[in-house]
């Protein structure tokens, strides 16, 4: 009997991995033939006759070609401003209002915060025409400060995350320091923050992530090439090409727009997997 257990474990444990592999497989391939696609020349790139995964040869050209073609390091420059000035404002925003809603005494924040998760249930084309119509009239389109503006005011579903995670810490905390005469303020900034170390980490790595992939709200906003960031400087790519769809050159675009996030992937794979035991154990 124990035997047939031990083959039964050792059967369940390979098919599990199996299918592990195949679900990895399915997620790599993507990448890997876009990947490789940006070695291919036109015609092969697009051909369906004889559609081949790893090209007949090796073209480097497009990873200098498309420095040429677009203002990409400009493009770039761009997105990481929107990143700097939004990311540490919204964070700090969102965070202070999940301490509120979690450890302060506040009359009806459970309803407060109804409100507040509700709006994520408006999808961005029922506010984008009202948002637009607003930036233009302050003479800002065409300018960042449509991307950056909107960031400083937090994140709804960062506060939600920060409010499930903030439960974990115990609020024996925060009534001794109150007892000892600290401030909310004092108690936030010294105390709470710096146990909220992994919970941050991850969020301000998603919302990096978010901002640097973001095509649909620069692409209403900015339509001029001095003021774009990446995403909207790459789609440029195709639309500008009279020649028809130079497919190696975008995906050239899409593999050294990928780089940074993958970095930031195979850095702090540690705080994604911690993300999800967050999300799934807290609250």
Do not use: C, H
């Not at 998603?206 to 990446?230: C, E, H, K, R, V």
């Amino acid at each position: 009997m124990r035997q047939r257990s031990d083959i039964g474990k050792i059967a369940f444990k390979t098919a599990a991995y199996i299918i592990l592999a195949a679900i990895a497989l399915t997620m790599i391939f993507p990448y890997a033939w876009m990947l490789l696609t940006s070695f291919k020349d036109r015609i092969e790139a697009v051909s369906t006759l004889k559609l081949k995964f790893f090209p007949q040869k090796f073209l480097f050209g497009g990873y200098s070609e498309i420095f040429k073609k677009i203002p990409m390091l400009k493009g770039v420059l761009k997105t990481l401003i929107v990143e700097a000035a939004v990311i540490p404002v919204g964070t700090f925003v969102s965070a202070l209002a999940a301490f509120s809603f979690s450890k302060l005494r506040l009359p009806y924040k459970t309803v407060f915060l109804m409100i507040l998760m509700s709006g994520t249930m408006i999808p961005y084309a029922a506010l984008m025409l009202p948002q637009y119509r607003t930036f233009d009239s302050l003479g800002m389109v065409n300018t960042l400060w449509p991307l950056i503006l909107p960031g400083f005011f937090g994140n709804v579903v960062m506060m939600f995350f920060f409010i499930q995670y903030m439960k974990g810490i115990p609020a024996a905390l925060v009534e001794a320091a109150k007892i000892d005469g600290a401030s909310y303020g004092r108690i936030f900034v010294t105390i709470v923050l710096p146990l909220m170390g992994p919970a941050l980490a991850v969020q301000i790595i998603f919302w990096f992530t978010g901002i640097w992939n973001d095509f649909f709200a620069p692409s209403i906003y900015l339509t001029q090439y001095d003021s774009m960031t990446l995403q909207p400087m790459l789609a440029k790519i195709n639309g500008e090409n009279k020649s028809g769809v130079n497919l190696p050159l975008i995906m050239t675009g899409a593999v050294l727009s990928s780089v940074p996030i993958m970095i930031i992937y195979l850095a702090f794979q540690r705080l994604f997997v911690e993300s999800v035991a967050i999300s799934g154990v807290k609250g």
